[in-house]
């Protein structure tokens, strides 16, 4: 079979929008309307005639609305392989009639758990004869169409349905089950349960958008939302100018403005990240002094680089942006000037997150490897002040403990191994993804030297500095590397077999160590 006429249609959808202009459209085509509860009563008042479900079946809806459409003549009408000769006969025998059309979109679950209601109502909002129906109608979708998306109800209203058409909505059908049922199980597993990792995980994801190419040209890629409530963050920002985003700009965005919301409370910050690595952090009296200070950490390394703010933009700051090469700027909000100002770059992407994403927030990552799936809980840990073990003789400065935690907070986004330098608020050098610390800790210090070199300060910002390490010292060769730098406080988390011989070295160059007992690799 191809094009289908539609002579009977079941509608049972939770979401009534557009129900009553399809329901007009197909009754002007001849189409017998069936429902239930409370769908056929807003069709109903809407004037059009309706056939219960009920008299349909013979059995009244019972057990609060559980029972309505769980019933042969139903799911027969649903399921019966039209030129199938046993089919149609037990289909005459038993008097089930054919049913061409189903419309149905499922309880509310996930709104359910969103608002807080208690868990008997949630229990209640698990739909049972709505999957049941959409599950049946996809099956057969040679004779069926399921519609599972008032979006495609303009499709129906002809009257007739294409074999192309039904099989797209059984496809979608299938996909919105899925991903009600992985939002049940998520939610027994996770919340009802407690289970922070169930034996099987379900997860569900919605396209956002396609996305130009992956990491490389050759690579395909897409957005995809988490089904269901979510955090907002950078793939919730809109895009107020610029080429379309890629794989890398979100990947980099994101990075950036994980970074940035880490000082949400605090005073105006900037972020430059280039290839998900920050190169430049600062904070300052003004968003415009903050971006020139984290601008000249690496000048070299911010061309082509992502920027984000914890305040709204102004134009001061946007006209210091884009003196550069910039690739993306994230930002809460812009103001007119701002937007007037990025509106003369016409490449530049300009994203508006609205707010901040928590970093304290709880949730998971995951990274496929071959075979496989590693899924852990995202790295939301936090150092305070009063969690610091001072093991040094000499103890910090009050400024050398704020700019230690400011260097500790940078490192946590920094690919490990990590080393970061800090003065003031500002970062002097930052060492990235090396596989030994002593080489991350040389290539921080060089980076100061270069910045002072370039911007003929005289003296590297490390000079003076606190520097940060993301995991413990195993050696003394990466502290005193920072020493020699200029370093005068350290910030690590402490626990490796040779921490007496580390301390021993900082004593005797005269540092301020403190231990953290958190480490914050990232791979």
């Known amino acids: 079979m191809t094009d289908i006429a539609i002579r009977r249609a079941l509608l049972s959808v939770s979401d009534k929008s557009g129900l009553v202009d399809l329901g007009r459209a197909l009754a002007d085509k001849g189409v017998e309307l069936v429902s239930t509860g409370g769908t056929a009563k807003a069709l109903r008042e809407a004037g059009l005639a309706v056939r219960d479900v009920s008299d349909l079946t013979g059995f009244p809806e019972m057990m609060d609305g559980r029972v309505k459409t769980l019933h042969p003549i139903v799911h027969g009408g649903l399921l019966a392989v039209r030129d199938n000769a046993e089919h149609v006969a037990s289909m005459e025998a038993h008097g089930i009639g054919a049913i061409d059309l189903v419309v149905v979109n499922l309880y509310p679950f996930e709104a359910t758990v969103a608002k807080g209601a208690a868990r008997d109502e949630i229990i209640e909002n698990i739909d049972i004869g709505g999957p049941s129906m959409v599950r ?6 040679a004779s069926v169409a399921i519609v599972t998306d008032p979006a495609d109800y303009a499709l129906v209203g002809s009257g007739t349905t294409t074999l192309e058409d039904r099989r797209r909505f059984a496809a979608k059908a299938y996909a919105a089950t899925a991903a009600y049922d992985a939002a049940i199980a998520t939610w027994f597993g996770r919340v009802d349960q407690s289970e922070a990792f169930p034996p099987v995980q379900a997860e569900a994801r919605r396209l956002a958008m396609p996305l130009r190419y992956g990491e490389n040209p050759h690579q395909a890629a897409a957005l995809y939302f988490p089904a269901g409530a979510h955090a907002a963050g950078i793939a919730q920002a809109r895009q ?27 005073p105006p910050t900037v972020v430059i990240v280039k290839h998900a690595n920050p190169c430049g952090v600062a904070t300052g009296d003004t968003l415009a002094e903050a971006f020139k200070a984290a601008l000249e950490c690496d000048s070299v390394s911010a061309f082509g680089g992502i ?69 852990q809980d995202r790295d939301n840990g936090r150092v305070t002040r009063d969690m610091l073990k001072v093991v040094t003789k000499r103890h910090p400065t009050e400024q050398e403990i704020a700019d230690c935690l400011f260097a500790w907070t940078v490192a ?9 330098y800090a003065r003031d608020g500002i970062t002097a050098g930052i060492g990235a993804g090396q596989m030994n610390r002593r080489d991350s800790s040389r290539i921080a210090a060089a980076k100061a030297v270069e910045a002072a070199e370039t911007h003929g300060w005289g003296t590297s910002r490390a000079v003076g500095s606190a520097v940060a390490s993301d995991a413990f010292f195993p050696f003394p060769d990466g502290l005193l590397a920072a020493a020699e730098a200029g370093a005068t406080a350290v910030i690590q988390p402490g626990g490796s077999i040779r921490d007496a011989d580390v301390i021993a070295a900082a004593d005797e160059a005269g540092l301020a160590m403190m231990f953290t007992g958190m480490r914050h690799f990232r791979h």
């Open 307 to 375: 920027v984000a703010v914890n305040r709204p933009l102004d134009g001061a700051t946007a006209e210091a942006i884009s003196a550069i090469f910039t690739e993306v700027v994230a930002a809460p909000d812009a103001d007119e000037a701002a937007k007037a100002v990025f509106a003369r770059k016409k490449n530049l992407r300009l994203l508006l997150t609205g707010d901040l994403p928590d970093p304290a927030r709880a949730g998971q990552t995951a990274v496929p490897i071959a075979g496989g799936i590693l899924v």
């Open 240 to 266: 107020v100018q610029g080429k379309e985003l890629s794989y890398n700009n979100l990947n980099d965005a994101n990075a950036a403005l994980e970074l940035v919301a880490e000082f949400r409370d605090g």
């Open 136 to 141: 049946s109608a996809a099956k057969n979708h």
């Open 412 to 420: 946590k986004h920094v690919k490990s191994n990590a080393i970061v």
